[in-house]
């Protein structure tokens, strides 16, 4: 699904991701790296391998963009006690096999509790916002004079179907006038459905692909 954002094109992607195409850059958001281990270390009985999920679908997303470069808005590990020797070395392993890749992270609420990535991963770590032409790439959705934002954080999510007891809670892009949020990458997040003014844009991540809310 292509659209724009202040006279930029911008892919939205169905594995919950967002492509510029020019500079060719994969934007991720919230992917929370090692949430799972982090409640199994807290008793929560969750599933395993949400993290070989997420790299599989960072794979899909670098297959069907041939994207040079990576910029995570924020909260790529979940917490410090998510630092799991497996979640680890999975991940070092994916970064080999896209050593020319460039990778950044825009810090968030949970990378300020858990810490930079280890220095093998090989991400540059910078502060929100990161300026792109009249993109303003962040993690918190907070307006920026000047810039268009793209940010995560809120993990967005938008209601098909009517009645209460018929509806579909799905993963969702909201563009609002100064504002968009893309979905939470993670395999492992929850979501929240945001109020949608007049002229917000919504498009809602089905098993099939991205489609526009009318």
Same mark, same amino acid.
């Given at each position: 699904?292509?659209?724009?954002?202040?006279?930029?094109?911008?892919?939205?992607?169905?594995?919950?991701?967002?492509?510029?195409?020019?500079?060719?850059?994969?934007?991720?958001? +919230?992917?929370?790296?090692?949430?799972?281990?982090?409640?199994?270390?807290?008793?929560?009985?969750?599933?395993?391998?949400?993290?070989?999920?997420?790299?599989?679908?960072?794979?899909?997303?670098?297959?069907?963009?041939? $994207?040079?470069?990576?910029?995570?808005?924020?909260?790529?590990?979940?917490?410090?006690?998510?630092?799991?020797?497996?979640?680890?070395?999975?991940?070092?392993?994916?970064?080999?096999?896209?050593?020319?890749?460039?990778?950044?992270?825009?810090?968030?609420?949970? +990378?300020?509790? $858990?810490?930079?990535?280890?220095?093998?991963?090989?991400?540059?770590?910078?502060?929100?916002?990161?300026?792109?032409?009249?993109?303003?790439?962040?993690?918190?959705?907070?307006?920026?004079?000047?810039?268009?934002?793209?940010?995560?954080?809120?993990?967005?999510?938008?209601?098909?179907?009517?009645?209460?007891?018929?509806?579909?809670?799905?993963?969702?892009?909201?563009?609002?006038?100064?504002?968009?949020?893309?979905?939470?990458? *993670? $395999?492992?997040?929850?979501?929240?459905?945001?109020?949608?003014?007049?002229?917000?844009?919504?498009?809602?991540?089905? *098993?099939? *692909?991205?489609? $526009?809310?009318?």
């Amino acid at each position: 699904m292509l659209t724009q954002v202040a006279g930029v094109p911008l892919r939205l992607l169905k594995q919950r991701a967002a492509f510029l195409p020019d500079p060719g850059l994969l934007l991720v958001a +919230d992917l929370h790296l090692g949430k799972a281990h982090s409640f199994r270390r807290l008793g929560v009985p969750v599933p395993s391998g949400t993290t070989a999920d997420s790299l599989a679908r960072l794979d899909d997303c670098l297959d069907a963009t041939g $994207a040079r470069g990576i910029v995570f808005l924020g909260d790529l590990i979940h917490a410090a006690r998510s630092r799991s020797p497996a979640t680890w070395e999975a991940v070092a392993r994916w970064r080999e096999r896209h050593a020319g890749l460039a990778l950044t992270l825009v810090r968030g609420n949970h +990378d300020r509790h $858990a810490g930079d990535p280890p220095a093998e991963w090989r991400i540059d770590c910078v502060e929100e916002p990161l300026r792109l032409g009249p993109l303003a790439l962040a993690h918190h959705p907070d307006p920026v004079p000047g810039a268009y934002v793209l940010a995560g954080h809120v993990h967005p999510a938008a209601w098909l179907g009517g009645r209460a007891h018929d509806r579909l809670r799905l993963p969702c892009f909201h563009f609002g006038p100064e504002v968009g949020v893309l979905p939470a990458f *993670g $395999a492992f997040t929850g979501a929240h459905v945001l109020p949608r003014a007049p002229g917000d844009r919504v498009f809602v991540v089905h *098993g099939e *692909g991205v489609a $526009a809310l009318p």
